[in-house]
């Protein structure tokens, strides 16, 4: 064989190698194109299959659920989810529309919903956007033992921190019960009632008398009204504290603190909102605690006892005099926590309810005619003082302040609004107008 034939023979050996070569690689794309196709028409078929199972089940567990109790819409329990959703919350109740616009922004997202559910500060979280739902949850899950676990009436997290954690507001159902045993007697004693409206009465005609005769004709609802219900609550919470004007102005500005501090991100960073509400709430128990000490004495030195006739007297009384029932006996600790809660709910609210009385009234002139007139009426959907186990023990107390400075104000001036301005206060506990609400008085 010749060099031109070998040479022949070995291309062809080379090009049928390369041809077999190309060939089976060939082969290998098609087979591996074919094992992944496969392999992503199994995941695809899987993950639907699992995703069908996975909402049959999910609506097997809705429906045990709904036959239970029904789960409000929404989310809960996500790390980040609750982390968003404090920011929001955080971010519209530092605003001047208050934190009613988060409720209201969530309430139109879950297509109006009564009541939806979400993650603030660790906790899941139900908000009530309707009577009816509130009326449902207050007064129904106090109605049976078996649903009164359902739902733990409490306010969030940085409430309880600066109320107390044996706040009537703070402590879940079973305390509630036997804190509220023991601090209810006090509400209706008629005694106590008629030395507040009397207190108020006069505290009030006092006001008038000195709007009446100061060259401005505007005045400033909302501080006026958080001076004077101060005073009274305080007349018969712990009367003492009206003997020394100085420490009566820097407890009612310390009360003022906490409220602020209620629904402030809880930081205990000084300069923040939340450390100044825990500093201001550590002044109010020091005075507390030495108002409490001072009356030991003084019941411990029988040649010179002064009586003193006001709530803390009474819890503390309760424990010298009582001991047979101990339900009714409440710590030092307790009756701290529930002394400033109803100095919170007496004086915050009621004062916050007036100027928002006055408000609504300056809006709509024709009405304050009426008034001289007629008594008003309040609409079954008014639940400002609550429902079933949990409706305010000061109820008819807030009523009657309301009542007496609707009526001296209404039988003495005519008045209009100083400022429209709607914006809310920032960090208000209780939604209340950013200026105070300002009137401008006319005397008829």
Known sequence: MDDEEATALVATSHGSASASASASAALVCLFATASCCFVLINIIINSRSSKKKKKKKKKKKKKKKKKKHPVPPGRGGSLWWSLLETMWFVLDNSSGRGFYHFVEARHRRYDGSPCFRTCLFGRTHVFVSSSDAATSIL????????????????????????????????????????????????????????????????????????WSSTSSSSVVVLDAALGITFQAICSILVATLLHDKERLRQMQSDVLTVTQAMLAFPLRMPGTRFHAG???????????????????????????????????????????????????????????????????????????????????????????????????????????????????????????????????????????????????????????????????????
């Open 139 to 210: 007064a129904g899950a106090d109605s049976s033992s078996s649903s009164s676990s359902v739902f733990s009436k409490r306010y969030v997290r940085t409430v309880a921190e600066l109320l107390g954690e044996h706040s009537l507001l703070c402590a879940d159902h079973h305390r509630h019960r036997s804190l509220r045993r023991a601090i209810a007697p006090l509400f209706f004693k008629q005694q106590s009632t008629a030395s507040l409206a009397a207190t108020f009465h006069e505290l009030t005609l006092k006001a008038i008398s000195n």
């Open 278 to 444: 825990l500093q201001a709430r550590k002044r109010i128990m020091d005075v507390l605690r030495q108002e409490i000490a001072s009356r030991r004495r003084n019941a411990a030195d029988s040649s010179n006892v002064v009586v003193h006739d006001d709530f803390l007297q009474t819890l503390l009384l309760l424990r010298t005099t009582d001991s047979d029932s101990p339900a009714l006996l409440l710590s030092d600790d307790q009756i701290l926590d529930n002394i400033l809660t109803l100095i919170i709910a007496g004086q915050v609210t009621t004062a916050t309810a007036i100027s928002w009385m006055v408000k609504y009234l300056a809006d709509n002139t024709a009405l304050q005619e009426k008034l001289r007139d007629e008594t008003i009426k309040a609409h079954n959907s008014f639940l400002a003082f609550g429902a079933g186990g949990r409706t305010c023990l000061g109820m008819n107390l807030a009523k009657i302040m309301m009542l007496i400075f609707l009526h001296r104000l209404v039988t003495s001036f005519k008045w209009e609004m100083a400022d429209d301005d709607p914006s809310l206060e920032k960090w208000a506990m209780f939604p209340r107008l950013k200026n105070g609400c300002p009137v401008h008085l006319k005397p008829i």
